[in-house]
Every structure is written in C-alpha cells, then in structure tokens.
C-alpha cells in the first residue's frame, strides 16, 4: 500500500559511518560552537563594559541577561514553528541572522542600543536551541543519537570558551569593540560553513493543523518527568551561569588582580566540558540516565565547594570539577528530554525547546542574582546562591528517578 501523509514511511537516520552522520554532527557542532560563543561573549568582558559605559557590576550583567531571556521567549515562538516548517531552515536563519547582529553590536554607540541589539541576538539564537535536539533525535539512528547531542552539547562547551577567550585576549589587545568583532567573524564563518554542510531533513514529520498543534504543546505538560526535567535545567544552568559571571569579577579582584586575558583562561575549563558531554552521553547509553544524572549533579556540588578556598588553584580546580559535572547533567538531561517526549508520542521539538527555555531563564535569573549577590556580599554570597539551586537539581534528579519509564529498555 502506498504511503499517505499521516503514515508516511521514512527512511532509516544515519547510522554509524555514514557521510550523513558525519555532515549532520560537524554541522550542528559548529552551530552550537557559534551560538554559545556569540551569546556569552560578554561574560568575559563584564568589568571591561562596566567602566565603558559607567554602569554597575550587577547592571554590566544586562548584556548577557538580556539575550537569554529574549532566547527564553524565541524557544517559545520557534520550537512550536520548527515542528510544522522544518528543522533546517530555522537553523540556518537563525546563525546569518545572528551572525549580522553580532557585527552591529560591536560598534553600538550606546549602553541602550547594545541591550536592544542584544536582546533581537537572542531571539535570534534561539533558532538552535529550539531545532538543534530535535533535528539530531530525528535524523540519526538511535544508537548514536545520544553520543551525537553530546557532541553537540561539546560544540556549546567549546563556543563559550572560544567566545570567552578570544573575548579576554582581543579586549588586552584592542578593547571591548575589537573582541566583540572577533567573535562576529566567527559567527559569519561557521554560518557559511552550516549552510553548505547540515544535509537536508530526510524523516521530518510536520504537525499540519495549528489544533494539532496546540493539543500538542498541551501534551508536553502532562508528562511529570518532562516537567521535572524542565525545572532541573533551569536550576542546573542558574548555579552555572552565577558561578561564572561572578567570577570574571573574582579574578580581576583582590588578592588575584587578573588582567581581563589572564581572567579568561579560566574558560580553558570548558574543554573539559567539551570532553564530559559525549563521554556522559556514552555511559547514559551504556548503564542509566537514572544514575549519570544525579553523580553529575554531585560532582558540580564538590567543585562549587572547592571555589571556597581562597588559594587560585582550588578556585580554578573548583571550576574544572563544576564545569564537567554541569556539562555532563546538561548532555544527558537534554537527550533525556528528546528520548522521553519520542516515546511518549509528544513532539520532541516542542518538548526540546521547553528544555531550553527554562534553561535560559534559569541563566536569566541566576545571572543576574549572581551580579547582585557580588555587590552585596563577595564570593560567599555568590557561593550559596549557587550552592541553593545545585542542592535543588540533586533532589530533582533524585526524585525523577522514580518517575515511570515510557522505555522497556531503560535503566
């Protein structure tokens, strides 16, 4: 019988060794890398912008809150769109257009004309953000889905640092405008290099009906594990994102007085990162989701823990151990979502972008409490804020993992 578009009959995702697999991966890969280093480009640059334009620490904070927030609510309008037009398409715009922002944004006269700027960016980016899951989940085969959203997951880790370090480094040489022009030529580079790479959608399935639609992103909330795995990304990237932000201010502070390049190798932590996401996509994929989750968790605890200690070594020790436990919760807790929302018979694209939109309102907020937290109290403050949102992912993670399985095969 032939096959009629409400069972359509697709083919097989890439496997492994296919040139597909490869392209669909590299692509998405550099996605993410100039995602990230165009969204939190700034977070290297805070103390540097804060006596540019003679605003606050907390207010020098704005550049990066702004984005994530106007992020949150593009997931919002373009995951939705995603699931009735397409992946790639979405993807593709979504880095040009971010891309072209980015350039406009380093020669912004003003601190107001940067945040508007800054804010179009994040809707802009948040075209990946709302595809990126969903089009590796639904183009490749299952048994390498997880190791590939884990390579992406790298892709993000390696975009901050580069956007961070190439942030510090051009900032010594040049200031903010030439740092932020830096990472521009970046964004437009791996835009070209997606447009010419990412293979076209070969099993997209559109939801046809705006009805459809709706009882669609209604279905979304039903599910109690989806809802907890929302709440642990906006916790987990709430202690992440306060941890660094308020960092950058710790570093070029007594007793350390870094210069902004030497402040930004830091970031070097987030190779590490680069190296836990596939690695905890590969042993989710070989023992529990259940159990490479919550440890994740912890590990992210006992490096927070280590920032404590005054010596740079343990704070710098603290950031490699936090920056490889939080990675490592995010790479499987994103796959996670996809997996569940699939064999549930939700819309993953909607499902994935939920995801991260908590994930970017919980770097909204604990950006800015971490800004705040700073100017208030230093780095104990800004210690158990963080510690606060990590002890809530642990009991999150912990409680989801009594959560029914929707997978016969899951442990």
């Not at 032939?2 to 492994?16: E, I, K, M, N, V």
């Not at 107001?112 to 085969?141: D, I, M, P, T």
């Not at 490889?324 to 819309?347: N, Q, T």
Request: charged share 10%; glycine share 12%; with cysteine.
């Amino acid at each position: 019988m032939p096959a009629t578009p409400s069972t359509p009959q697709l083919p097989d995702g890439h496997r492994a060794g296919d040139r597909g697999l490869q392209r669909a991966s590299l692509s998405v890969f550099l996605a993410g890398l100039a995602t990230f280093a165009m969204l939190y480009e700034p977070q290297a640059l805070l103390p540097e912008l804060a006596r540019a334009f003679d605003v606050s620490p907390a207010g020098s904070t704005l550049s990066i809150s702004v984005s994530t927030v106007s992020l949150a609510v593009g997931l919002l309008v373009l995951g939705p769109v995603s699931d009735r037009r397409g992946r790639t398409g979405i993807l593709q715009l979504s880095l040009a257009t971010s891309a072209v922002l980015a350039v406009l944004i380093a020669l912004a006269p003003t601190w107001e004309l940067l945040l508007v700027l800054r804010g179009f960016q994040g809707f802009a980016l948040a075209g990946l953000s709302s595809v990126g899951v969903a089009y590796l989940r639904e183009e490749l085969h299952p048994t390498v889905s997880s190791r590939a959203i884990g390579l992406f997951i790298a892709g993000n880790a390696i975009g901050g640092l580069t956007g961070r370090l190439l942030g510090g480094f051009l900032t010594d040489l040049g200031g903010w405008r030439l740092a932020l022009g830096g990472v521009a030529v970046l964004g437009v580079g791996c835009a070209v290099a997606v447009r010419l790479l990412l293979p076209p959608a070969r099993r997209f399935v559109p939801v046809d009906r705006q009805g459809s639609l709706l009882r669609s992103l209604g279905s979304v909330f039903t599910d109690p594990a989806l809802l907890m795995l929302y709440a642990v990304a906006a916790f987990l990237m709430a202690a992440f994102v306060a941890v660094y932000n308020a960092g950058t201010f710790r570093l070029e502070s007594p007793p350390y007085d870094l210069t902004p390049s030497l402040a930004s190798l830091v970031f070097l932590a987030y190779l590490l990162g680069s190296a836990s996401s596939p690695t905890a996509g590969w042993l989710a994929d070989r023992t529990s989701r259940r159990l490479v989750v919550p440890v994740s968790v912890v590990v992210m605890g006992g490096g927070l823990a280590l920032t404590l200690l005054e010596p740079l070594w343990c704070f710098v020790l603290g950031l490699c151990v936090l920056t490889v436990g939080f990675f490592s919760a995010h790479a499987v807790g994103s796959a996670w979502v996809a997996a569940r929302a699939s064999l549930g018979g939700r819309p993953v694209g909607q499902a994935a972008s939920l995801y991260s939109f908590w994930y970017y309102v919980g770097s909204s907020v604990g950006g800015t409490l971490a800004g705040r937290a700073w100017q208030g109290s230093g780095w104990t403050a800004v210690a158990l804020l963080a510690g606060g949102f990590t002890l809530a992912t642990l009991l999150l993670t912990l409680a989801l993992g009594r959560t029914r399985s929707l997978d016969p095969h899951a442990r």
